[in-house]
């Protein structure tokens, strides 16, 4: 049975090219979102980071499946061991000087429905809290113009 997709909103306080800049340089990711070994925003490119709960630990495994500079990111989400795929969709909208983010998970229903890590309330938590409020503090805090 297929899922609602995860669907977070807001509305940040930087051009669309400063925040696509936070969302695909690597050296800015792990400020706010996750200490990535490499990542480039080019189809096919594939990347893996670790994350989870204090108790569980999982390997992600990702892969970008499109790219619109300074519009779209998508990637695959699936975990080390585990079936199922879904997918994470960044999407940029110009608004008055800002930055409209939605971001979209989609695929939930994929993940083993028995593992409580898996719930879609506890993914609703992690994106609120990345981009509600990491990545906002990040781009405030940022002096750097965008490129």
């Not at 800002?98 to 993940?111: A, D, I, P, V, Y």
């Not at 609120?128 to 990040?138: K, S, T, V």
Request: hydrophobic share 35%.
């Amino acid at each position: 049975m297929a899922q609602a997709p995860i669907v977070v909103t807001c509305t940040l306080p930087a051009s669309p090219e400063k925040v696509w800049q936070a969302l695909t340089d690597r050296d800015q990711m792990k400020e706010w979102y996750f200490d990535l070994a490499a990542f480039k925003p080019e189809v096919g490119f594939t990347f893996q980071f670790t994350g989870g709960t204090e108790e569980n630990s999982y390997l992600h495994l990702c892969e970008v499946t499109e790219v619109i500079p300074r519009q779209k990111l998508t990637y695959s989400w699936r975990y080390e061991g585990y079936p199922g795929i879904t997918y994470v969709t960044f999407a940029l909208l110009p608004v008055e000087g800002k930055t409209q983010l939605t971001l979209t998970h989609t695929g939930l229903e994929t993940f083993p429905q028995d593992n409580p890590d898996f719930a879609a309330e506890n993914f609703v938590a992690g994106w609120q809290e990345i981009i509600g409020q990491l990545l906002p503090a990040y781009l405030e805090k940022d002096p750097s113009p965008a490129s």
